[in-house]
């Protein structure tokens, strides 16, 4: 499978938070084809382990494979109340597709009360997550032997291929840098490496960077690199804070990267004539990077950032060139990695000392 034809596939497959076992069956069985050993560990998240020619030296990277949903609250008659998991905007919820995932998936809508019968004054209202339901067309009875309070529901969107090599699709975030390892594991068949590789799909990033949190615990990783989604620049945005969509990923810079990794990754990019960009990223990054960091010890950690057009919609927009560019930096990096960088992770202690 092609990282494009990958991407597709893992953004229209259901996952959310908590629930991403339909993801994890795709990884696993794309991580096997490429990686000497696949885990997956007790919260859910897949290893693919590809060993290097020393070994001894392990290096983590990681993209969390959960996506923002909703969840049954209620049924209320012959409609379903629900509330979020995750961080939606509720202004582009009302008449979204979705499936509802309860004894067996079904098509809804979410709908409201038509603005022709709201009261004056809340017409130009955002219309509060509770006043909104889904509609599977089921009566009451029927409702309730097909949907629990707690089954969860997903946005019903498709892959979308724009113009200039742009792609749009529900849940970019943060699959697409799940997509980003698989490249990075396809373009490492072709090269040397000394160093383990462990490729992890993590879960549950979106209620708390839990799955980056438990597998960099487990991994006990030498040096890290995270992959997740960034602001990429359009109109109304402005230009500090933003990077550009197909002018390469972002490499991320403040106090939750580490500056050699940093330096490692721009020596890396100019080396090989890859596009990249420099993002400042002056406190907590909210990326699976701020948990792997802070693991046991303290683990050397990089932030890469795929630029993304509407986070937190149905319609997130990337680059697919920017998801390979990503892949391939990891990877010529990783070719690239002896001790000698274990050196400069340390700061050198004052003479005498």
Not at 35 to 53: A, I, L, N, Q
Not at 180 to 204: F, I, P, R
Request: aromatic share 6%; with cysteine; hydrophobic share 40%.
């Amino acid at each position: 499978m092609t990282t494009a034809e990958f991407l597709k596939t893992i953004t229209e497959a259901h996952g959310v938070s908590g629930y991403e076992h339909n993801v994890r069956d795709i990884v696993v069985q794309e991580f096997s084809a490429l990686c000497d050993e696949v885990r997956v560990d007790p919260m859910g998240s897949v290893w693919g382990v590809k060993r290097g020619t020393v070994g001894g030296r392990r290096i983590m990277l990681a993209g969390h494979m959960d996506e923002i949903g909703l969840i049954v609250k209620k049924l209320d008659k012959h409609v379903i109340r629900f509330t979020q998991v995750g961080g939606f905007d509720v202004r582009v919820l009302p008449g979204q597709p979705v499936w509802v995932h309860g004894r067996q998936s079904m098509p809804g809508v979410i709908g409201m009360r038509p603005p022709h019968v709201m009261p004056a004054a809340e017409r130009d209202k955002v219309i509060p997550m509770e006043d909104l339901f889904i509609d599977v067309g089921l009566t009451a009875e029927e409702l309730a032997q097909q949907i629990r309070v707690g089954d969860t529901i997903t946005l019903r969107r498709g892959y979308v291929e724009l113009k200039n090599g742009l792609v749009a699709s529900k849940a970019m975030d943060d699959r697409a840098a799940v997509a980003s390892l698989l490249e990075c594991l396809q373009v490492l068949q072709g090269l040397k490496h000394n160093w383990d590789v462990y490729a992890v799909a993590t879960v549950q990033e979106e209620v708390g960077l839990r799955g980056a949190m438990t597998s960099a615990y487990g991994v006990a990783p030498d040096a890290a690199i995270a992959v997740d989604v960034t602001f990429a620049r359009t109109p109304e945005l402005p230009e500090t804070g933003t990077v550009e969509a197909d002018k390469g990923p972002g490499i991320a810079r403040g106090p939750n990267l580490h500056p050699v990794m940093y330096d490692r990754l721009v020596e890396t990019a100019k080396r090989y004539e890859m596009p990249y960009q420099p993002e400042p990223v002056p406190g907590a990054s909210g990326t699976d990077a701020w948990a792997i960091q802070v693991s046991r010890q303290g683990v050397p950690t990089a932030l890469l950032g795929l630029p993304l057009r509407y986070m937190h919609t149905p319609v997130e927009t990337l680059s697919l060139r920017d998801v390979e560019r990503c892949g391939r930096l990891m990877a010529y990096f990783i070719a690239d990695l002896d001790d000698t960088i274990l050196d400069s992770f340390r700061p050198a202690l004052p003479e005498g000392e």
